[in-house]
Nanobody, 126 residues
Framework: QVQLVEAGGGLVQAGGSLRLSCAAS????????MAWFRQAPGKEREFVSA????????GYADSVKGRFTISRDNAKKMVYLQMNSLKPEDTAVYYC???????????????????WGQGTQVTVSS
């Protein structure tokens, strides 16, 4: 079991930065692949970024590559998403998710993730 709580969302102007954090609890965290997904109003939840259990492999959606950086601290049971050069189209609720399998590669498929946080709202104004 993994419990996830996101924080760090808010309102920011285009071009600004935010850092999202995801606090995890549960023994399975250190072996879990972690990801961020987002869902804008009227749209399906989409993959943003993922990191494998060791932090040695990361992946990004094309829309955020070069602007967002995912990282994790297994000792603190934390996952972060540093978001720079934000655009209005980044506006969404951002969700942290955990896949309990200790895979070498990242997983981009939503249904692979068994555990989800409640989400944090990110709003980017133009």
């Amino acid at each position: 079991q993994v419990q996830l709580v996101e924080a760090g969302g808010g309102l920011v102007q285009a071009g600004g930065s935010l850092r999202l954090s995801c606090a995890a609890s549960g023994r399975a965290f250190s072996n879990a692949g972690m990801a961020w997904f987002r869902q804008a109003p009227g749209k399906e939840r989409e993959f943003v970024s993922a990191i494998n259990w060791s932090g040695g492999s990361t992946g990004y959606a094309d829309s955020v590559k070069g602007r967002f950086t995912i990282s994790r601290d297994n000792a603190k049971k934390m996952v972060y998403l540093q978001m720079n050069s934000l655009k209005p189209e980044d506006t969404a609720v951002y969700y942290c998710a955990a896949d309990p399998r200790p895979l070498a590669l990242v997983v981009r498929t939503l249904r692979a993730y068994d555990y989800w946080g409640q989400g944090t709202q990110v709003t980017v104004s133009s």
